[in-house]
């Protein structure tokens, strides 16, 4: 699976946009892009996933680049909870029900 | 919603005994795996667990460490002599495997004290 690069730490204000980049600039035609968080230790949440078009679902938005070598997670109105460490995973579809790669994931502090 | 549950919440254990800890995958799902997090550090892969057999294993998972589907709801870790090292979260997860978009979902996990 490809390799991500995410900015290790990134505040926001609450109540605004919180925006995470991901650099994955070795994707291949058939992976996609997960985003996950961890709020303290509890187990990783799911929040989204895309291949190639943008994704929206009722917790945030993905928006991948026409070249898919990056992507954004888009959170509209932070709030205090979405506090938590945020993980960009590149994983092959079709078939390839394999592991999630994480890694150190960005650390997105909400403030009031 | 379904969800994943794990059992016990938080286990402690003397080293060289052997635990097992227990999840509960969401029903119908098809893949099956087991993470681990050691305090401060990355979530990592322990291995994967599909129509009655293991798929992959990461090489944290030796031969001390086995997995089971005893029946149609439970999916368990076992580690057989456990050593201060394996003190960690340990995070059940499962996949539907019906569509190819498929997500994992993670249980709450099990913290692991080996003292």
């Known amino acids: 699976d490809a390799k991500t690069t995410q900015p290790p730490s990134m505040d926001c204000a609450e109540g605004r946009a919180a925006n995470l980049p991901c650099n994955h600039s070795?994707?291949?035609?058939?992976?996609?892009v997960y985003w996950y968080r961890q709020i303290h230790s509890q187990g990783p949440q799911y929040i989204i996933h895309?291949?190639?078009n943008n994704e929206t679902n009722e917790m945030a938005s993905l928006i991948i680049t026409e070249d898919r070598k990056s992507s954004t997670l888009i959170l509209p109105h932070a709030t205090l909870r979405d506090t938590a460490v945020y993980y960009c995973?590149?994983?092959?579809?079709?078939?390839?029900?394999?592991?999630?790669?994480f890694g150190q994931g960005t650390i997105l502090t909400v403030h009031p | 919603e379904p969800e994943v549950t794990q059992t016990p919440s938080h286990q402690v254990t003397q080293m060289g005994q052997e635990v097992i800890l227990r999840c509960v995958p969401i029903?119908?799902?098809?893949?099956f795996y087991w993470y681990r997090q050691i305090l401060g550090q990355k979530v990592e892969f322990l291995v994967s667990?599909?129509?009655?057999?293991?798929?992959?294993k990461s090489e944290i998972f030796d031969d001390q460490f086995s997995v089971e589907r005893p029946d149609g709801s439970n999916f368990t870790l076992k580690i057989r002599s456990t050593k201060l090292e394996d003190s960690a979260m340990y995070f059940c997860?499962?996949?539907?495997?019906?569509?190819?978009?498929?997500?994992?979902?993670f249980g709450p996990g099990t913290r692991l004290t080996v003292l």
């Open positions: 070795t994707i291949s035609g058939n992976e996609y």
């Open positions: 895309g291949l190639k």
């Open positions: 995973i590149v994983r092959a579809g079709g078939t390839s029900y394999g592991k999630l790669t």
């Open positions: 667990f599909y129509n009655n057999e293991i798929s992959e």
């Open positions: 029903s119908n799902h098809l893949y």
């Open positions: 997860a499962s996949e539907g495997g019906r569509v190819s978009t498929d997500t994992q979902y």
